[in-house]
């Protein structure tokens, strides 16, 4: 069975990015949300639920992440919009995350 997972790093103070929220919509519907853990890491996004072929779409919540930072950011939500092809990949999407930018990619 496939894995989805996701991890994210501040890039500008190297750090991981724990206690975002991460929402999963699997074709428009939403299927999970969690909570990044200290390491910045959801490692099974799919919460019991099988990955499906089509639209998908990560929500990264950031605005109350860099708001407990007292950090100014250009960001509220960061939406990931990807396309799942091939059930038997495992798919993991990090996201490198500063308050002025932010960068994606297909991970392993």
Known sequence: MS?????IL??????PAAGIKVTYR???????SALTNSDGRVV??????ALTTGNHTLTFEVSGYFA?????????????DFL???LNRNYHVPLLL??????TYRGS
């Open 3 to 7: 894995k989805l997972s996701t991890h």
């Open 26 to 32: 699997a074709n428009g519907v939403i299927v999970a």
């Open 84 to 86: 799942v092809n091939d």
């Open 68 to 80: 407990a930072q007292e950090q100014e950011s250009f960001f509220s939500d960061i939406n990931v």
């Open 44 to 49: 099974d996004l799919l919460n019991g639920a």
């Open 98 to 103: 500063s308050p002025f930018s932010f960068t």
């Open 10 to 15: 501040n890039t500008s103070n190297g750090l």
